[in-house]
């Protein structure tokens, strides 16, 4: 989510000042508070079908996201016209404020099975909720927060990354929330020893990575590097479990379909670790593109994935891969002195 929505023209200036920027964040909150409680107060559906026209009417009007929008997606969509982009993008905003009007009714996910449709491509053990770790990944496709509900519902207890919002008064709303997901949310940063251990206690670790990671490592992601966690990859080879990409469809309104696509397997076992992460974190992302493909407008792309000139690549795969040597090597060292005390 954006740092800030109403006052975006001097978001600039605002970091500078504490007080501003806290005004600033106050004020946000109040908006998104005051459609949080309008969409509370209809049913599901509706809510969905008013976030929809919504999106469509506000969201163009933020042009600094609309630009990020639009360049994402010429990068994806080069054969495309001017205009066709535009109404592509109208329609993302659309399908993203869809998403926005879901959240106060996402415990509704939960409880009513016919919101949900699960289709199960290839049975691992994770999903008789006999205690088998898994990774569950995914992308920001129509609403991906039902990927947890979704889980429950399986039986496979799991602990999933969120990205906190910068307006902590906003986090703690999206929060609240996302409590209804019946899931251990763990927040991004320094998250990969946590996930480590849900990993060996037999839960799932679930992450949403179509993003550019800061200090990731260059994936091609249509035609363009685009710097991606292999912390997804890394964890399946560590713990010698499952990678599962999984798609959600949105059907109609607030009904979806989640696809729970075959594991992802390395295409050369005989390459080291590093490089059969890089290879399935490659193939997981010609899925999304695929997926992309499929259906433009349900992907929120509101965040720059790709640089405007190649640099630091190599110092960001260096530093990427170092962050979770070191956050393996700690978590090893905790198990030890966890095995020692017993």
């Known amino acids: ?25 106050r004020l946000d909150y109040a908006l998104v508070w005051t459609l949080r409680r309008l969409f509370q107060l209809v049913p599901l559906d509706f809510a969905s079908r008013m976030g929809y026209r919504l999106g ?14 639009r360049k994402n997606l010429q990068v994806v969509f080069p054969e495309k016209s001017d205009r066709e982009i535009e109404e592509l993008l109208v329609e993302a905003w659309g399908r993203a404020g869809r998403i926005l009007a879901e959240y106060p009714h996402l415990e509704t996910f939960l409880r009513d099975e016919d919101r949900l449709q699960i289709e199960i491509r290839e049975p691992i ?49 999206l929060l609240e929330s996302r409590e209804a997901l019946n899931c251990e949310l763990l927040a991004k940063d320094n998250s990969a020893r946590l996930l480590m251990r849900a990993l060996k206690q037999g839960r799932v670790a679930g992450l949403v990575c179509d993003r550019r990671m800061e ?29 599962v990409p999984v798609q959600i469809k949105r059907i109609k309104d ?25 290879d399935m974190i490659q193939q997981l992302h010609e899925q999304f593109e695929d997926w992309i493909r499929e259906e433009p407008a349900d992907w929120l792309c509101s965040k720059r994935l790709w640089w405007k000139k ?15 040597a070191e956050s393996a090597d700690a978590a090893d060292n905790e198990d030890k002195v966890e095995s020692d005390a017993a």
């Open 56 to 69: 469509r009417l506000i969201g163009p009007r933020l042009k600094r996201k609309s630009e990020i929008f």
């Open 215 to 243: 200090f990731g490592t260059p994936v091609k992601f249509f035609g363009k590097d685009k710097l991606s966690s292999i912390l997804p990859a890394k964890l399946a080879l560590k713990f010698d479990c499952p990678l």
């Open 310 to 324: 190649k640099r630091r690549y190599d110092n960001s795969k260096k530093a990427h891969l170092r962050k979770i």
């Open 1 to 25: 989510m954006a740092e800030f929505i109403i006052g975006g023209p001097i978001r600039k200036f605002a970091r500078r000042h504490p007080r501003l920027q806290r005004t600033l964040w």
């Open 254 to 278: 607030a009904s979806y379909r989640l696809v729970f696509h075959p594991p992802i397997l390395p295409r050369n076992s005989d390459a080291s670790e590093d490089e059969q992460a890089l």
């Open 125 to 173: 053990a994770a999903y008789e909720g006999g205690g088998a770790p898994a990774v569950v990944v995914s992308a920001h496709l129509s609403n991906w927060e039902v990927a947890c509900s979704a889980m429950a519902r399986m039986g496979m207890p799991n602990a999933s990354l969120y990205s906190p919002a910068t307006n902590p008064y906003l986090d703690r709303m």
